[in-house]
């Protein structure tokens, strides 16, 4: 596609379901990066994947998160037993192969927001 | 630990004056640095970078940002406003000499041009 799409752009769910978010980013970018964004905050880092593995998981906030990249394409970002504190606008970001240097820009989708009742 | 801090929640400037948004980072090497900007409801947009080289960098839009090692500062400006520029805008950091990939971001500078 043109840009990285991400789905569902709104998920509301209640406390202690599963979630899952989607991004398919743009072809041909093998960097892969998911970012939380709460209210009056600039973007977390989550995790990077670089062609299927993850690379970077670090900002993973605990073992509720996981995210999966299986084919080196599409990502899906996995929450488990969901909590309030969960609500948010989870970004997904992709570079081309220049970019996995760090030196390249992102290209972030629209993000899906999520919210835990 | 690397991070950038924007002193400042909101900027506001009339349409045709200067502006500028203010960015300190903090890394141990020497930093990639990058400005996204924000619109309401769409995605983060690209601006530009600095990686090495002109300590000047021109991006998208009419914007520019110095990059002083001395005052380890990457401020956003732009000489004459427009109240399209009306945004969020974010500063971002990485820092190549260790092993991690994430851009570190600021908290965001909200943007309001004024007619």
């Known amino acids: 596609g043109a840009g990285v799409s991400q789905t569902p752009s709104n998920k509301v769910t209640e406390k202690g379901k599963y979630v899952e978010l989607r991004c398919d980013p743009i072809s041909g970018h093998t960097a892969l990066y998911w970012y939380r964004q709460s209210l009056g905050q600039g973007p977390e880092f989550l995790i990077y994947?670089?062609?299927?593995?993850?690379?970077?998981d670090s900002g993973l906030p605990n073992d509720r998160f996981f995210a999966v990249r299986p084919e080196g394409s599409v990502s899906t970002l996995k929450i488990q037993r969901t909590e309030r504190g969960d609500s948010a606008v989870y970004l997904c970001?992709?570079?081309?192969?220049?970019?996995?240097?760090?030196?390249?820009?992102?290209?972030f989708g629209e993000g899906s927001r999520l919210t835990v009742l | 630990a690397q991070s950038v801090a924007q002193p400042e929640d909101q900027v506001n400037v009339a349409e045709g004056n200067p502006l500028t948004v203010k960015c300190t980072y903090s890394v141990s090497g020497n930093p990639y640095l990058f400005w996204y900007v924000q619109y309401p409801n769409r995605g983060l947009q690209f601006l530009l970078k600095?990686?090495?080289?002109?300590?000047l960098v021109k991006g998208s839009y009419g914007f520019e940002a110095e990059f002083n090692k001395s005052q380890t500062s990457f401020h956003l400006k732009k000489p004459s406003a427009l109240v399209s520029d009306s945004a969020l805008y974010f500063c971002a950091v990485r820092d190549p000499s260790n092993s991690g990939y994430a851009l570190n971001f600021g908290k965001g500078t909200s943007l309001l041009v004024t007619p």
């Open positions: 600095y990686i090495t080289g002109d300590n």
């Open positions: 994947f670089q062609g299927t593995g993850a690379a970077d």
């Open positions: 970001a992709s570079s081309s192969p220049r970019g996995s240097l760090g030196t390249g820009e992102l290209f």
